[in-house]
Structures are given as C-alpha cells and as structure tokens.
C-alpha cells in the first residue's frame, strides 16, 4: 500500500483508549482496542499512526511496519478476515508530550505569584493530528464511537468529549473514565489535563454549559458563560436541532492565541478569546469573544453533526460556522451594524483575495491532500469567501426557506458525512415548493461561485439606446 489515503476494507465501529500522561518526563503512555467491521475481505490492515512508538500489536499479526512518509501502519494478518466480520485491533504505544500545537501538547502559563506553571497537557487533531496521539482510522468520513479513560495526578483535573463515569482513584493519580461518545470524526476528539477551576451554567434544553481558567482569573470569564449559554439556547431553536450532548466545555489553551477549535462537547480557545473584564477591554473586545464563541458553537451542527467527507469539502464547515458568528453576534447585540462590519471584515478581504491570479476555488478538484498541505485550505478563500456566498444564498432564496433548507440538511444527514451535493439538493427541495422561487436554479447558482477562483467584473457601456454587457475575471 503506498497511498496518503486508507482503504475502505475496513470501518472503524468503536475505540476503547487509554492514555497516560507523564508530567515529569514529559511523555505519554496508552493503550487502544479498536473494534472494526471488515467492509473488504482482506488480510491487510493499514492505520494512522505518528511520532508513536508501538510496544506490541495484538491481533493475529504475521509481522507489522511503520511506514513514516505515509504515516500509516501496516498489519500483515496470519489469515484473512471475512466481510461481515468483526475485528479487534489491540495496540500499546508510547509517545512524546508536545511542545506544538498538533497531537497531544504542553502548555505553560505564569500565575500571578509569577510562577511559572505546568499548566496543562491538551490536543489539537484537526485536521490530521489525532495519529498523533493513539493508532486511527485518520480520516473524517470514518466516523466512530469512542470511549476514553485518562490517568492524571490528583491535583489535576482530566476533560473529554464527554462526561465522567465512576472513577479508580489510587495514593498519587486518579483514571477518569469517560461516557462513550456518539458517533463522530477523529479530528473532533480531545482530551485535556490541567489544574483548572470552572463556572457553569444549564441551558433551556438541560445542557451543563461550562467555562474553565486558572482559578486566579475565574472573574473575567463571566462574560463567556452567559454568552455562551444564551448562545447555545439560541442556535438551538434556530437549526429546530437539539444540541446531542450533555455538557459542553469551554477550555482556555494559551498556545492557541489566534485560534480556536470546536472539539465536540470541549472547546478550546486562546485566553483573550475568553477573558472579558469591563474595566480593561473595550467594546470590540466584547463582540470578539461573541464572534468566537459563536463560531466554534455553531461548529456543533456544522462540522461536528454533520461532516465533510474529505478536506477539499472543508468550506462546507467553515463557511457556515462564519456565516453564523455573525448571526449569532446580531443575536447578542441586535442594536450593532453588523451587516456593514461582515461587509468589511469578510467580504472585501475575500474579495481581494480571489482577485489573486493564485485564488483556488472553494469546492473542486484539488491536489491529493495529506497533513503536508492540507494546511493550505485554511485560508482567506475558504472562510471569507465561503461565509459571502452563504450570506449571498440566505438573500437570494429568503430568511425563511434558508432556515428550512438548513433545518432537512441537518436533520437528514446527523452524524453523517456530506459533500456539496447533499446540501444543494436540500436547498433545491424548499426552493421547488416556494411559488415565487422555482426559477432559481440552486446547483448552478452555487456552482457558479464555488467550482472557480476568482469574482466578476461587469462592464457597461451605454452608446445612445444600446447597452452592451461584458463579464470577466476581476484580477
């Protein structure tokens, strides 16, 4: 097997991982049972794996290789494996605490005693990065369940995508034992150690609604709870789509200082996406955590339920999650002009840059993505870009039939992958019943701006009652 992408002989059902962090020699240790149904007769079993050393496979192995270019591991069985089958595949690994953003990671942080702390160990997979941390099926359409316990010391705290169980606590460490998820993609799993303190709020629909800092600073993070609750409440009743978890964490990473990730049920932000204190931050401070908080929340519907079945559909998650940062903030703050500001903080600058002869599109055919370049498509053209042409959509069809459209596309395809088409046919469903709007055609609309770089210029020349049209390439 020589291919960046894994075969579909096999499909990931359940994971059973165990990791232990190591803060003193700055290491992890774990263990993994991956349970998978054979989709293809086969004898050969290719995962995700990087930077892990692996102890021992147990399985009927004949032998196994690291095959590092590809990231992968290949497993020669003794016999085959039958279609319809079950199979476990038992892993023990060993890997290094990282000091970057990608895999499982370390944080520092200085207290107010200006010490310097071993803040926290916390993850950061998307896109290609849980192989990082425990042996996977590494890719978004290869959706599982996963169940997850963490050993940490018992002055830490350990978070997951999902509640804690009963727990094993000995003198020095405790095992946190985690519910198993719903079914989702490996780059939405996380875990966080740390010694944090938190604040919570319940939703309308029940949701524990968490926020989680240094204990020394739990006094500016007010602000981020009741938004993030209100804001919950309210994408709730706009999608008609109940959030699908109990709980969900809003986690401070330092290291994330210009970013944010949606991890399913744990968030995670830079501090100065969460911090608000009303005698030091300023108004556009404000409606930043709004915009953030927004975004990473309705990634919760969008990415999260409902996935892109490869990276070169990214914008099918980003381009909604910034669409709806907007909404969300005009949600919040109804008296701002937030339509100008999305005019001039996303679409001009999108506008520039597909103006660019080296512009890609939003969907297409693009390069055999791997984690050397998928980085690429986290970019100006993918969130801008993609958030205008939704804001262009929700214009063209109606407030009405776009919530609609975006209620049957959820609601048909949770916890499922998708691909553009999925979503343009919802869309042509609603259109098809509203009287005034059969003559739009959705797909060709749409495809009109995501299928090719760069927007139009139309030229208009009058000469006398004659007025000719001329379309080209804005560059």
């Known amino acids: 097997w020589n291919h960046p992408r894994l075969p579909k002989t096999l499909i990931p059902q359940l994971y059973q991982v165990l990791i232990h962090p190591d803060f003193k020699k700055f290491n992890f240790s774990g263990w993994s049972c991956v349970e998978v149904g054979v989709n293809v007769s086969t004898d050969f079993i290719v995962i995700n794996i990087k930077e892990l050393q692996v102890s021992s496979v147990v399985i009927e192995v004949k032998e196994y290789t690291i095959v590092e270019a590809l990231e992968q591991m290949h497993i020669q069985l003794k016999s085959f494996v039958i279609k319809g089958d079950m199979l476990f595949i038992n892993v023990s690994f060993q890997g290094n605490l990282a000091l970057k953003l990608a895999g499982f990671f370390l944080n520092y942080y200085i207290n107010n005693a200006g010490e310097i702390r071993l803040q926290l160990a916390a993850t950061q997979f998307q896109p290609m990065f849980a192989r990082r941390a425990f042996p996977c099926f590494d890719e978004p359409d290869m959706k599982a369940r996963f169940k997850f316990s963490i050993v940490r010391p018992n002055d830490y705290i350990s978070l997951f995508n999902t509640e804690k169980v009963p727990r094993a606590v000995s003198a020095n460490e405790t095992m946190d034992i985690f519910k198993t998820t719903v079914k989702m993609s490996t780059y939405l799993v996380a875990f966080v150690v ?282």
């Not at 990473?253 to 399913?264: D, R």
């Not at 955590?289 to 339920?305: C, D, I, K, M, S």
């Not at 870009?385 to 009405?400: R, Y």
Request: hydrophobic fraction near 40%; charge should be negative.
């Open 194 to 475: 740390c010694d944090y303190v938190s604040k919570f709020q319940i939703s309308s629909s029940g949701v524990n609604v968490s926020v989680y800092s240094p204990k020394e600073i739990t006094n500016q993070i007010i602000f981020s709870l009741n938004t993030a609750t209100e804001l919950l409440n309210f994408f709730e009743d706009y999608f008609q789509i109940k959030y699908p978890l109990k709980k969900i964490d809003h986690v401070i990473v330092p290291t994330m200082s210009e970013v944010a990730m949606e991890n399913w049920g744990l968030i995670f932000y830079g501090p100065k996406h969460l911090f608000y204190n009303e005698s030091i931050n300023t108004e556009h401070d404000k409606l930043f955590t709004v915009f953030f908080l927004a975004h990473e929340l309705a990634h919760q519907w969008f990415g999260n339920l409902v996935t892109m079945e490869w990276w070169d559909d990214l914008w099918l998650n980003e381009r909604f999650a910034t669409f709806f940062q907007y909404v969300g903030a005009k949600h919040i703050f109804p008296d701002w002009p937030l339509k100008e500001k999305f005019t001039l903080k996303l679409m001009e600058p999108a506008m520039a840059s597909d103006s660019l002869e080296s512009s890609s599109s939003l969907s297409g055919p693009k390069p055999t993505l791997d984690s050397s370049n998928v980085g690429m498509l986290f970019n100006q053209i993918t969130y801008s870009k993609g958030a205008s042409v939704i804001f262009m959509l929700e214009n063209v069809v109606g407030s009405k039939i776009f919530r609609k459209a975006l209620t049957n596309y959820l609601t048909r395809h949770q916890f499922d992958n998708v691909n553009h088409n999925q979503l343009y046919d919802s869309f042509t469903e609603e259109v098809a019943s509203a009287k005034d709007k059969t003559h739009i055609n959705i797909r060709k609309m749409m495809e009109s701006w995501t299928l090719q770089a760069g927007l139009p210029v139309v030229s208009i020349i009058r000469d006398g009652r004659n007025v000719t049209c001329h379309q080209e390439r804005f560059v």
